[in-house]
């Protein structure tokens, strides 16, 4: 038998446990969109140098460091002190994208044990942090 205090304090640790999942996603879901909207264009170096190879004119890597102008001048500035080579940089930010995306799926298995204990859909976690994601990602480039 349930009384009104037991039914309560099920209540109110719901709501808490709501909350702190609401607060896990949507952290390391903000991390991610961030990282992901100045790191994420460093995918399109390799990809412009495999269609320079192939023979396309049109990828040229100048294209990308006046597009996005905080790669143009890191780029600058390694090719004039001359110590490390500019595919050191991007190789780099390839590998951090690498390091958060696998940072966000650990997250995702990792509290879907802790926040989900019930029985849930299979990619119900997925789904929770990728529409998170894109939530905050439409709120970062569309509100501010």
């Not at 996603?25 to 170096?45: E, Y």
Request: aromatic share 18%.
């Amino acid at each position: 038998r349930h009384n009104f205090v037991t039914w309560w304090s099920h209540r109110v640790g719901v709501l808490l446990l709501s909350f702190l999942a609401f607060f896990l996603v949507t952290s390391v879901t903000a991390l991610i969109v961030r990282l992901l909207t100045s790191s994420g264009v460093f995918v399109m170096f390799p990809i412009f140098a495999a269609l320079r190879a192939v023979g396309i004119n049109g990828a040229d890597e100048r294209v990308l460091t006046y597009s996005y102008p905080w790669v143009g001048r890191a780029q600058t500035a390694i090719r004039r002190q001359g110590v490390h080579p500019v595919n050191h940089y991007i190789g780099a930010h390839l590998a951090k994208l690498f390091l958060v995306y696998t940072m966000y799926e650990s997250c995702q298995v990792a509290w879907s044990g802790f926040l989900y204990d019930k029985s849930i859909p299979a990619n119900l976690p997925l789904w929770i942090f990728g529409n998170a994601m894109v939530y905050e990602y439409f709120s970062m480039v569309f509100v501010r």
